[in-house]
């Protein structure tokens, strides 16, 4: 059935430090993957999207991989600041063989930067 | 250049009520696509409208219906309130309907029901 499955649910880092969210989806027709940020009581706010055609796409401090035959996709966050303290989430448009722009989200992923 | 633009920001009904969001997409979009986030969730698909006509529904009961109009704004109507139809309805547009279309939300439409 159509699923993104997304890890960790909560992720905490110090500031500078790295940080990895990881998705997994289901339909092997999907072919855009984008990501959100979603600070609290706001929109989510597409951050970076990928297209089934490249394998990495970088924007400053924020980079996603895919895997195509795995499946899975990932967003990079390096020298995290405070700022980037929110939930995440990544999606996928499944099912409906490609009629709608429909897109399936991940349970999202709480990312604290600590100080 | 403005974003997608919601009304109201923010809805109290009670049981039984209807209500009418509305949306304005980014200027030269033509697709709109509605979302209900349930809190602690990811946005759920309800609808997609491009070029006025439905391309799309989610697994939502026919309570929810929407339209979208020569301007390329929408409406979602919601009949028969529910306590569980409290949500943040969000309302994304695109430039296009494929799949493959980035979208953007606006800042959405908190819905709570007495």
């Known amino acids: 059935g159509e699923n993104v499955e997304q890890h960790p649910s909560t992720l905490s880092v110090q500031e500078g430090d790295s940080a990895v969210i990881k998705c997994t989806y289901s339909?092997?027709?999907?072919?855009?993957f984008p990501w959100y940020k979603q600070e609290l009581g706001k929109r989510p706010q597409l951050i970076i999207d990928?297209?089934?055609?490249?394998g990495e796409k970088k924007d400053q401090r924020i980079a996603v991989t895919l895997n195509k035959t795995a499946k899975h996709f990932s967003l990079h966050i390096t020298e995290t600041q405070p700022e980037d303290s929110a939930v995440y989430f990544c999606?996928?448009?499944?099912?409906?063989?490609?009629?709608?722009?429909?897109?399936?989200f991940g349970t999202g992923t709480l990312l604290a930067v600590q100080p | 250049d403005a974003g997608v633009t919601q009304s109201p920001t923010h809805l109290i009904k009670t049981r039984g009520q209807h209500v009418t969001l509305r949306c304005s997409p980014i200027?030269?979009?033509?697709?709109v696509s509605w979302y209900q986030q349930v809190l602690g969730q990811g946005p759920q698909f309800i609808f997609q409208?491009?070029?006025?006509?439905?391309?799309g529904r989610g697994n939502f009961p026919d309570r929810f219906s929407a339209r979208q109009f020569p301007n390329y704004s929408s409406e979602l109507n919601v009949n028969a309130l529910l306590l569980g139809d409290s949500a943040l309805y969000l309302c994304?547009?695109?430039?296009?309907?494929?799949?493959?279309?980035?979208?953007?939300f606006g800042d959405g439409t908190r819905l709570s029901i007495l």
């Open positions: 994304a547009s695109s430039f296009a309907a494929g799949r493959n279309q980035p979208q953007h």
């Open positions: 339909d092997s027709a999907s072919n855009y």
């Open positions: 990928i297209r089934s055609n490249v």
């Open positions: 999606a996928a448009p499944l099912g409906d063989g490609g009629a709608t722009n429909k897109l399936i």
């Open positions: 200027s030269g979009h033509k697709s």
């Open positions: 409208y491009y070029e006025k006509e439905e391309r």
